[in-house]
């Protein structure tokens, strides 16, 4: 099933390099995470304790959240450790003419 509700989220020059932003994106607080040449999105809310996870640390395609430690991967938001049970809930992204598009639904 096609996903027609791609949304231009930013330039893709103001990604970080190995490293995790927060943007806003039809109303919706979302991270992008940046691992090697891919790109993932996620909501930007920890699902334990409701911290910011683009204040968090990134390693490789694990996001930490600043408030508990706790971990999610990038790639499709599954919780990786304790105190973390309860999935991010991740987004497909493509980069098209120097675009970000996140599809959302």
């Known amino acids: ?9 930013l ?3 103001a990604l970080p390099d190995e490293d995790v932003i927060g943007i806003e994106i039809a109303g919706r607080d979302i991270a992008l ?7 993932y999105a996620t909501d930007n809310l920890c699902t334990h304790g409701a911290a ?15 408030l508990h430690q706790g971990k999610f991967d990038v ?13 991010v809930r991740s987004y497909p992204v493509r980069i098209e003419g120097g675009r970000v598009f996140v599809a959302l639904d």
């Open 1 to 9: 099933m096609a996903n027609d509700n791609w949304i231009d989220a």
């Open 11 to 13: 330039d893709a020059d």
């Open 33 to 39: 995470y940046t691992v090697g040449d891919a790109v």
């Open 52 to 66: 910011r996870l683009c204040d968090g640390f990134l390693d490789g395609h694990e996001i930490e959240c600043p």
């Open 75 to 87: 790639r499709d938001g599954t919780p990786l450790c304790a105190p973390l049970t309860d999935p």
